[in-house]
């Protein structure tokens, strides 16, 4: 009873808007001043952050070199980095919309690999690494037509890319620069973070995480609908807040978790990209206010207390879009099954498996949505047990991927990829939590219905304009297990607790 109170409670908090209290120090990110003690530079800014926007642009770089149909080692060098000019391919600099670069090391020379989530994958077979899903993903990317596996229902770009916003840019940000780093024996303030840093441990850490989660500097004093239209690069005016008439990649983009956070804040009903600007900006001004000084214990939990806003608010923007891609799943099922019956006169599979589709796709992201502690910091009393049970339970909703016509998922594709095995798999589960408890048995029974009236769907596809409906729910699908897994179950599992 305990469990289902707290997941009501978390489907609940999901839909209510996300309140900022007012800034304690502005609305823009920096610059803030030199405190680190006994640096003699010509520095007089200590922000710094621009491995996390070289790692920003090689993840959408990335993305479009997957999109466009290049090579293994062409997308593999916007992965693991690259020692000469690395092309940057989005954002692109336009009539419209003129950006300050063209090559990505001249920003950062980075990799993604080297940051991404180092624990094994229960969400995906083989019981990978962060880093070797990622390479695992782009290799088969290669082999398919831009990135697109029709015959298994994968588009890879996005697989990709949600993975990298969770595994590399979410798991960063919130399960280190701004968990163990604000710890007051690691990367202290009141020394530099590395030999030769202008700046201390502390405002490092806290500029790091700042530049995973992608916001604009001035991004706090735009609204939602600026900041979406800048990162769609539709709005020149606003994004050059000094007017020197480019768009700086460092300063003036907005990027990946903090572009999502503007869409679903321009509808009016949350404000999620203030709450999360405004919370970096206010702890990064109680770490300045130190002055090169180690923390106070007081000044350490207002540091994370802004942490702490800035993840939960953070894994509700990665919900928000586990319930967006899982209503495109349904509508786009609901719109080929209807296409099917304008031709044939009659919709396949019954009422009641109609019905137990619907509800999975509803369900599987308000079970995925359940999350607000990460695993090693639980509040006493919770039952560690039932976490994974919902945790079993959200991989089998899900899937592997959507159903195929022959009425597999992907599963076995993606086992036979990995390790050449012809062993047969049950395709409508993910095998690879085995090792975790049960569940009751009604994901199994709404997963087996659910199955049987998604393989009809995609079977109906005929006529003008169906391949295009197929595609748009295989993408809806898989973006539901890429969100879902990108951002809340690989990384952190979480569980509802607002006392954290």
Known sequence: ????????????????????????????????????????????????????????????????????????????????????????????????????VTDINTVSKTNLSGKAYKGSLPGWPGNMTGKEVLESMIT????????????????????????????????????????????????????????????????????????YWGAAAHGATLSP??????????????????????VNLKSEMNYAHAYYAAGFDKGGNTNYYDTITKAFIDGRQVITD??????????????????????????????????????????????????????????????EQAEHTRLRWRNTPSTGATGRLRCHSLPSGVNLGEIWRE?????????????????????RHVERRLHGSQRQVDGRFCRSHAQAPEPDGRGVRRVELATTTRSRAFQTGRGSGSGQQRRKTTDALHDVRAACYGGLHPWPIFLVSESR
């Open 1 to 100: 009873m305990k469990q289902n109170n707290l997941l009501m409670s978390t489907v609940a908090g999901i839909a209510l808007v996300a309140i900022a209290s007012p800034a304690m120090a502005g609305d823009v990110y920096g610059p803030y001043p030199i405190t680190l003690k006994g640096y003699d530079g010509d520095k007089t800014d200590s922000v710094s952050y621009s491995g996390q926007v070289g790692r920003q642009l090689l993840h959408n770089s990335l993305k479009k070199a997957i999109g466009s149909g290049a090579s293994l080692d062409v997308t593999m060098s916007y992965f693991n980095g690259a020692d000469g000019e690395l092309a940057l391919l989005d954002p692109k600099s336009s009539d419209s919309f003129k950006v300050d």
């Open 225 to 246: 609908k600026q900041n979406y239209d800048i990162t769609k690069k539709k709005n020149m005016r606003d994004a050059d807040a000094n007017g020197d008439g480019v």
């Open 140 to 211: 088969m990317a290669a082999a398919t037509e831009k990135g697109y596996d029709a015959a298994h229902g994968y588009d890879y770009g996005q697989l990709v890319s949600k993975f990298t916003m969770g595994g590399v840019f979410y798991h960063q940000a919130c399960d280190n620069y701004l968990d163990e780093k604000m710890n007051a024996d690691n990367k202290p303030n009141d020394k530099p973070y590395k030999d030769g840093a202008y700046y201390t441990g502390k405002e490092h850490s806290w500029d790091e995480a700042f530049g």
């Open 391 to 411: 945790v079993a339970f959200l991989d089998r909703l899900v899937g592997m991927g959507p159903v195929m016509p022959d009425g597999t998922q992907s599963q």
């Open 290 to 351: 130190a002055n090169g000084e180690k923390l106070s214990d007081a000044q350490r939990r207002e540091v994370k207390r802004h942490a702490r806003t800035i993840c939960s608010n953070w894994e509700k923007v990665i919900a928000e879009a586990v319930f967006k891609y899982a209503g495109s799943v349904y509508s786009n099922i609901e719109a080929v099954k209807a296409q099917w019956a304008a031709i044939c006169g009659v919709v396949n599979g019954s009422a």
